[in-house]
């Protein structure tokens, strides 16, 4: 019979830690070493315990999860990073796949398929739930526009946003339709990595493209 896979499992709810406690530990090949309620937790019982897989939750206090799988790849440990949470946005499962994690479940996965992944992170192999996969895909899809400089116009509008100015004025201002002003504002975002005026204006400033009391 082979070893069982031994577990580490963060998460700083303490019902989610009793009930996946309690469910791998009614099913044969598995066993659980320890729980962490953070993720400054998790890297020290990580690195104490060396268990194969951590089931790591991503928002916690103190430390997040992506920060403690940064942690735990840093300090050596070889433990593969199952994350295991409710938030399947891009900003959330990007930076905890490029951190290290080995794979990405939400937490209404149901226990077979729990069981199966954590079996196949052990050996090293990726798992995906299919919201996270389709999350992934649409990503590679996407061509990369963050580098790309603002266009003369979007610098423009950007510019009248920093001002305080609205779409329907600076629609006026332009000589443009409100649907156009729209259409540009949302390929500034993109370029700048954000996703709201506030957040542009600020990243606008700290790239230099805004200068205060304009160009």
Excluded: C, W
């Excluded at 433990?79 to 900003?91: I, R």
């Amino acid at each position: 019979m082979p070893e069982p896979i031994t577990l580490l499992i963060v998460d700083d709810h303490p019902v989610v830690r009793d009930g996946l406690r309690g469910m791998f530990a009614g099913e044969p090949g598995f066993t659980v070493l320890g729980e962490a309620a953070d993720g400054a937790e998790a890297v020290t019982l990580a690195e104490a315990l060396a268990p194969q897989v951590v089931l790591m939750d991503l928002r916690m206090p103190k430390l997040g999860g992506v920060d403690a799988i940064r942690a735990l790849r840093a300090r050596g440990i070889g433990a593969h990073v199952l994350v295991l949470t409710t938030y399947d946005a891009d900003h959330d499962v990007l930076p905890a796949i490029e951190a290290g994690a080995t794979g990405y479940l939400l937490k209404d996965t149901p226990r077979p398929e729990l069981f199966r992944a954590v079996r196949a992170a052990a050996r090293g192999e990726s798992v995906l739930s299919p919201a996270v996969a389709t999350v992934v895909l649409g990503r590679l899809r996407t061509p990369k526009t963050e580098d790309e400089p603002l266009s003369p116009r979007e610098l423009e509008i950007l510019e009248l946003v920093a001002a305080g100015v609205n779409n329907r004025e600076a629609a006026q201002r332009l000589f443009l339709s409100e649907a156009t002003v729209k259409t540009h504002l949302q390929h500034v975002y993109a370029k700048l990595g954000v996703r709201d005026r506030a957040a542009a204006v600020a990243e606008g400033f700290r790239r230099g493209l805004l200068t205060p009391g304009g160009r």
